[in-house]
C-alpha cells in the first residue's frame, strides 16, 4: 500500500521520471543512478556527434540519510544499528535527542559513507569521459549550492565547515562558501588552487567568455551582477584583468526564513 511508504521529499508529487520516489533507500543509491543516467545521456550525444550540456543534480549529502537496502546486512555486521537509524519522513524509529544522534558514530559513519559514494560516482563519470575520447572537449564544473549542515538542525545533521562560522541556513561564511573544481583537460593547468572571492553569478558571464562571446554580446549585460573570471580558470590574467577580478564588488544576500539558533 502506498500510504504505508514514505515519499521521497523532495518530490512534491509522484512522477513518471522518479525511479522509485516512495523507496525509503532511494538516497543511498541515487548517486549511482543519476551518474548512471548522465553516462547514456552522454554516450548518447557521443554516438550522434551532438553538442551536450548537462546538469548533474546529485541528491547526497542532502537529507534524508539512509543506506542503499544491499549494504544494510554489511552494516549490521560492522555494528551499525540500521533500524534505530532510518529516516521515515521526520519521523525516527528511536526517540534519541539531536544532541546524541549529533555525536554519534553511526551518525557520522553514515555520512561518511554515502559522501565516499558520492565521490565514486563523479569518479565514474570522469573516467567514461576520458574513456570516450572526449576529455578535452569537456569543461567539468564541481560545485554545491550551500555550506555544510548544521548539527543541531534535524536527523543526521553532519558536516564541517572547518573554521567558519554557520552553516546552511546562514548567510555566514559557513553556510555561503563552498567548494568550486574547474576541470578541462589540455586547457586548464591541473592542481591550481586560487584564493580570489567568486560567486555563482559569475558563472554567466564566465562561461560565454569561454564560449568564444564577449559579454557585451548578452542582452541586458549592464544588469549582470556577475563578473568574467575565465582568465583565472587559464591562469592567464593580464594586471587589467586581474585588477577586474579582485576588485570591490558586493555580492547580496538575503535570507527570509527562520534561522536556526
Not at 534505530?84 to 559513519?109: A, M, V
Request: hydrophobic residues 30%.
Amino acid at each position: 500500500d502506498i500510504q504505508d511508504k514514505v515519499q521521497f521529499p523532495t518530490a512534491s508529487k509522484q512522477h513518471d521520471n522518479y525511479y522509485d520516489n516512495y523507496d525509503i533507500h532511494f538516497p543511498g543509491y541515487s548517486s549511482g543512478l543519476i551518474v548512471d543516467r548522465t553516462i547514456e545521456f552522454i554516450q548518447d550525444r557521443v554516438d550522434r556527434n551532438d553538442n551536450f550540456l548537462v546538469n548533474v543534480w546529485m541528491q547526497i549529502p542532502h537529507a534524508p540519510l539512509n543506506l542503499r537496502a544491499d549494504w544494510e546486512q554489511q552494516a549490521k555486521e560492522n555494528g551499525y544499528d540500521v533500524e534505530e537509524f532510518y529516516y521515515t519522513g521526520g519521523r525516527k524509529h528511536s526517540d534519541i535527542t539531536i544532541e546524541n544522534e549529533r555525536n554519534s558514530p553511526n551518525q557520522r559513519l553514515l555520512v561518511q559513507t554515502l559522501i565516499r559514494d558520492h565521490s565514486l560516482q563523479i569518479g565514474k563519470l570522469v573516467d567514461k569521459i576520458k574513456d570516450l575520447g572526449i576529455d578535452e572537449n569537456v569543461l567539468l564544473i564541481y560545485t554545491s549550492d550551500n555550506g555544510r549542515e548544521q548539527e543541531d538542525t534535524y536527523y543526521a545533521s553532519q558536516g564541517s565547515g572547518g573554521s567558519f562560522r554557520g552553516g546552511k541556513r546562514s548567510i555566514y561564511d559557513g553556510g555561503v562558501h563552498v567548494p568550486f573544481f574547474v576541470r578541462w583537460s589540455g586547457h586548464i593547468p591541473a592542481g591550481r588552487v586560487s584564493t580570489i572571492p567568486a560567486s555563482h553569478v559569475d558563472l554567466f558571464p564566465t562561461l560565454v567568455t569561454i564560449a568564444g562571446y564577449t559579454v557585451d554580446e548578452i542582452p541586458l549585460h549592464d544588469e549582470l551582477d556577475g563578473i568574467d573570471k575565465s582568465c583565472i580558470y587559464f591562469n592567464t590574467c593580464t594586471q587589467n584583468e586581474m585588477e577586474t577580478v579582485v576588485k570591490d564588488h558586493p555580492i547580496f544576500f538575503e535570507w527570509r526564513y527562520p534561522v536556526s539558533n
